[in-house]
């Protein structure tokens, strides 16, 4: 995921606290489901047990917390969208909050077509809900296809389009 220049300056969470809503945790220390706010969250605010929050949570960063992209204004709860990597490391998954679908597609939507026009093998992968959608290569799609529940860690999700580049 070296795709964008990472900024010097370490970044803050902030208000953002999308994370704890549009992600599945199943840890032996916490469970819940995605698309849905976790129980300690408290919106705009953080965690509500911040000084003793799992591991799990400790150890995440989003992309965006990386300085992989963008500044401000697309941080996650600005574009309704939380950006990890794939499994492997070296792709996206966009996690889009499902309450606004295509939102987080749209507004990195520049950043995406400089990425994939890159290196073709490059792709990422929305989760809107129980859909997906694939950007990317059709070359690539159709060698990932077994894999991509393993890819985005997710399963009961279909994919719904392509778009190649
Ligand atoms: S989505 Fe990223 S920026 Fe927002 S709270 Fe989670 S780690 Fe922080
Ligand atoms: S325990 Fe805290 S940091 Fe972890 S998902 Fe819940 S609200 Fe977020």
Redesign the pocket.
């Known amino acids: 995921m070296t795709a964008f220049a990472i900024n010097e300056k370490p970044r803050e969470c902030g208000e953002c606290?999308l994370?704890?809503k549009v992600?599945g945790?199943k840890t032996d220390e916490?469970q819940?489901a995605k698309d849905t706010?976790?129980?300690?969250?408290?919106k705009k605010c953080?965690?509500?047990?911040?000084h003793a929050?799992?591991t799990?949570?400790?150890e995440?960063e989003c992309l965006w917390l990386r300085g992989q992209f963008g500044g401000i204004e697309l941080r996650p709860d600005k574009i309704h969208g939380v950006v990890t990597p794939t499994t492997d490391g070296s792709n996206w998954v966009i996690h889009e909050d499902h309450g606004y679908p295509g939102h987080a597609r749209q507004a990195l939507m520049p950043i995406i077509k400089a990425w994939l026009a890159q290196k073709q093998s490059n792709y990422v992968i929305v989760v809107t809900g129980t859909k997906r959608s694939y950007l990317g290569h059709p070359d690539t799609f159709a060698k990932l296809q077994g894999t991509v529940d393993e890819l985005t860690g997710m399963r009961d999700v279909k994919v719904v389009r392509t778009i190649g580049e």
């Open positions: 606290t994370c704890c992600l945790i916490l819940k706010w976790c129980d300690f969250a408290q953080g965690c509500s047990i911040y929050r799992p799990v949570c400790r995440f």
